[in-house]
């Protein structure tokens, strides 16, 4: 039997890895799995450590050198003082040499940035993956401490992607061919491999990252190239909820929900997983538990391909984004073709890399609109004002709209699908709140209705919504 087949890929974030407390439990709960089944782990970088790195990499392209030299200081103290928390006097020695070559490399590069005035993308993405290199160092150490036989591996030696700078997409045929010469033979020799989360590198070898918060990603990424059984993701919250628990007091935690609906409200502001991580993940059905290492008791939140059956149907849970803008484009009436400009619109958004969030039109004014994160607005506006110079001159197009006073709010489920009077009810527990619709769009698939409201009234949409579609908690039973 190959030793992945019954692989337990876990992946601890930001906060589960946070401090010398954190990682011990980390530890112990990859130590628990591990002398069951083989087991390999995903680490970010210890929280706030990535915004420090890109942080102190900017200061040094703006010329300040005091910042440079605090941000290194920061840096080596943070995870020196967490080895020296973690590791007896003797282990200590080799892990903080570890550290303090880590800290140099990431030094060299940013007094290279300092000297140039100037960050080039692919610097960026070797001095930024250091975060993830520090704390795997971290944990494999302390795992080694424990007994339990473990090795630090950089994703670059992994993990294969394009050469998308910043936000990079594996290439998954190669990314198995290194995963069987770079972590199979560690599994094998049971040794718990502990990768760097966030960072690959290109097929000539030139460090790329997956884009913010990609641990997850390269988690689904590496589980998907060993065939593993599982992928366990801990984070620092009960698992996937009905809505955000601090708008909406009686929001559940999700027993099961689906990799649809699961990358649904990823892509649509909830916080819980990547958005791009459950991809990989769905052609072979490896199964996927968002559980929080602050209540590992707490059984988390299994996503499959398929509910067991006792599910009701309807919607499954509520999610909103709060900085979000709207922008519409208007031709004059009749002067120009809609579709064209929508068709250049795309266009220009995709070879800007902006998401589009959601999309309308009417074909009647052959007029659209359509949503963006509000980070990207200004590329977006300049892009599209650039495109439509001519039209725009000559009066064949309005002037771009764009209002920045908008949420989005979406209600996801696929036992939405073909059920009548939800859109309905949905609309009218948010007109109930006397709060004005400004766009709404639903897809064929139904999986999941987007509305735009204003930004003031959108929590309470949100709270109505989750009420008018029964997701909270179920009432506690009546006394007497
Ligand atoms: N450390 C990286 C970030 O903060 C990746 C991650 O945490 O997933 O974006
Ligand atoms: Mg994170």
């Known amino acids: 039997m190959s030793s992945s087949s019954h692989l337990l890929v876990m992946k601890f974030g930001g906060t589960s890895m946070g401090s010398a407390e954190r990682i011990q439990v980390a530890a112990r709960l990859a130590t628990e799995q591990h002398a069951q089944r083989p087991v390999a782990i995903v680490v970010s970088a210890m929280s706030k450590v990535t915004d420090l790195l890109l942080d102190t990499m900017r200061k040094a392209e703006a010329g300040d050198e005091t910042a440079l030299d605090a941000g290194l200081k920061t840096l080596e103290q943070r995870h020196a003082d967490c080895c020296r928390q973690l590791l007896s006097a003797a282990a200590q020695e080799t892990a903080l040499a570890g550290v303090h070559v880590l800290v140099e490399e990431f030094g060299r590069i940013v007094r290279g940035i300092l000297m140039l005035g100037e960050r080039p993308l692919q610097s960026v993405d070797k001095a930024v993956a250091i975060g993830e290199r520090l ?67 290109t097929t000539a070898g030139q460090p790329t990252t997956l884009g913010r918060g990609g641990s997850d990603f390269s988690a689904s990424i590496l589980a998907a190239a060993l065939d593993a059984q599982e992928l366990w993701i801990w984070t620092d919250v009960d698992g996937i909820m009905t809505g955000d628990p601090r708008l909406i007091p009686d929001a559940r935690v999700l027993d099961e929900i689906t990799y649809n609906e699961a990358a649904e409200l990823a892509y649509n502001g909830a916080k819980v997983l990547h958005p791009r991580t459950l991809a990989p993940l769905i052609e072979r059905h490896i199964p996927v538990w968002s559980k929080n290492s602050f209540a590992p008791e707490k059984p988390g939140t299994r996503i499959v391909a398929k509910l067991a059956e006792e599910h009701p149907g309807g919607p499954r849970a509520v999610t909103s984004m709060r900085e979000v803008a709207l922008l519409s484009v208007e031709p004059e009436a009749g002067m120009v073709s809609g579709t064209k400009l929508m068709a250049e619109a795309l266009e220009v958004l995709e070879a800007k890399g902006i998401e589009l969030l959601c999309i309308t039109s009417s074909s009647y004014r052959q007029s659209f609109c359509f949503l963006v994160r509000q980070a990207e607005l200004k590329p977006a506006l300049e892009g599209l004002e650039q495109a439509f110079a001519l039209e725009l001159t000559h009066g064949y197009l309005k002037p771009i709209q764009v209002d920045t006073n908008v949420s989005l709010m979406a209600v996801v489920g696929e036992g939405m699908r073909g059920t009548p009077g939800l859109a309905g009810r949905v609309f009218t527990a948010i007109s109930r709140q006397r709060i004005n619709i400004i766009a709404i769009s639903q897809g064929s698939s139904e999986l999941t209705i987007v509305v735009v409201v204003h930004r003031d009234g959108l929590d309470q949409a949100v709270r109505a919504v989750h009420a008018e579609c029964g997701l909270g908690r179920p009432a506690p039973p009546r006394v007497g």
């Open 135 to 201: 704390s795997a160092l971290l944990i494999a150490a302390y795992l080694e401490s424990q007994g339990v036989r473990s090795a630090a591996v950089n994703a670059a030696d992994v993990v294969a992607t394009d050469a998308v700078f910043g936000n990079a997409t594996p290439l998954m045929d190669e990314t198995r061919q290194r995963a069987a010469k770079v972590i199979r033979p560690l599994l094998d020799q049971r040794v718990l491999p502990v990768m760097t989360g966030f960072n690959g590198s």
